[in-house]
């Protein structure tokens, strides 16, 4: 009978055993999946922060008088295309910063897409009188000129740049002031700033402008 006592003890206490070896393996193996998925979410949310992102192809300076080095640089337009890799990114997101180490300018999306003809990016009738002078358009915002749009889905609300796109960020730099007084870049001025995009790497702006203006139209960078 003692026996027997002790042979259900122990068998209790082996069934205790398992149960709880069974609740640990549980509480293991859903730690182990837990972990897994935040490592899978941690690793594209790294490989989209490395891979997404813009570069700054060229970037244009425009002067409007003659002869051209009596003047300064008052508009700028900034060519840019994802990098290699990239997702779809969303340019209404997109901030432009600009600096001349006086004055710092953030600039943000106006809401105008121009996806027109280009015979004159800077002068050209039909682009002036839907950007240039669009009162939208301020010192402090930017506008997009489709160069190429390989989908041709970009739309005003959410201009989508993708693969293989570029465009041009158009923007007055009226807000500068150069060392004559006069509004706009004047000549060998050093120019820094980024293309911001929401999620990935930013593109650079980095150019000194020329010492003397010799063209309407000039390249910066």
């Known amino acids: 009978m003692r ?48 891979a997404s992102g813009l570069k700054v192809t060229n970037i244009y300076g ?12 008052t508009k700028m337009a900034i060519f840019i295309s994802p990098n290699s890799g990239s997702e779809g990114i969303d340019l209404s997101n997109v901030k432009i910063v600009l600096s001349d180490g006086v004055k710092l300018v953030v600039y943000n999306y106006s809401g105008i897409l121009y996806h027109g003809v280009i015979n004159g990016l800077f002068n050209g009738t039909n682009i002036n009188s839907e950007v240039w002078d669009n009162a939208s358009l301020t010192n402090t915002s930017f506008a997009i000129a489709v160069i190429h749009d390989g989908a041709s889905q970009m739309d005003a609300n959410h201009p989508n740049l993708e693969w293989g796109d570029m465009v041009a960020l158009l923007i007055k730099t009226t807000i ?10 004047g000549p060998a001025t050093k ?14 702006i980095d150019f000194t402008t020329p010492a003397t203006y010799n063209y309407n139209v000039m390249v910066l960078q």
């Open 3 to 50: 026996r027997g006592s002790i042979g259900i003890g122990t068998l209790i206490v082996f069934i205790a055993l398992v149960l709880v070896a069974a609740v640990a393996a549980g509480v293991i193996i859903g730690t182990a999946g837990y972990l897994e998925q935040k490592a899978q979410a941690a690793g594209r949310q790294t490989t989209q922060e490395v």
């Open 62 to 73: 425009y002067t409007n008088t003659t002869p051209p080095s009596k003047g300064t640089i």
């Open 176 to 185: 500068f002031q150069a060392d004559n007084g006069e509004p706009g870049i």
């Open 191 to 204: 120019m820094v700033g980024k293309v911001i995009p929401e999620v990935g790497a930013a593109g650079v």
